[in-house]
């Protein structure tokens, strides 16, 4: 299999969309990570970004009410308007545990080079996108031993 290797999309930062999943009940939700571009101005990176990860939140997963300014697409990560740790200060304790495993599964695609499918999209950069993985994988189970979850 082979890798590509391209610079129209970011290394670290990613595009993260929270939305209302319109095939679910009420208050359920899509949380999806996909490749932020180099270039903001680019037109068609919003119909070409590889999705990295999509996560579907049931309504019954969450405890508060998400703000309307929260829906639609940010930029998050290394140099995102939203970093990894104002997650759950953005989303409270269950939609940013579900939020921050949206990321780490994107980060992880993206780390080897795959997107949500795993199939190859770019070379893999291990070492620009490890210190993410690895800030983001602290963070994760910090919100998940919080939230009551343990490990097996």
């Known amino acids: ?21 319109t095939d679910g009940k ?13 270039d903001i101005d680019d037109t068609e990176a919003d119909h070409d970004a590889p999705i990295l990860a999509h996560v579907d939140v049931l309504r019954r997963e ?16 290394l140099r995102g308007l939203i970093q990894p740790e104002d997650i759950e200060k953005l989303f409270g304790l269950q939609l940013g545990l579900r939020v921050m495993l949206a990321l780490w599964q994107g980060i992880d695609r993206d780390f080897r080079g795959v997107d949500m499918d795993h199939r190859p999209w770019r070379t893999p950069n291990e070492e620009a996108v490890f210190p993410l993985m690895q800030r983001v994988h602290a963070l994760l189970m910090d919100l998940r031993n919080r939230a009551g979850f343990t490990t097996p």
Do not use: C, N
Not at 27 to 35: E, K
Not at 65 to 77: K, N, R, T
């Open 1 to 21: 299999m082979e890798h590509m290797t391209t610079s129209r999309w970011d290394i670290g930062t990613y595009d993260l969309l929270i939305s209302k999943d």
């Open 26 to 38: 009420p208050g359920d939700l899509m949380v999806v990570v996909f490749a932020h571009p180099v």
């Open 62 to 77: 969450y405890d508060q009410e998400v703000p309307a300014h929260l829906f639609g697409v940010a930029s998050i990560g």
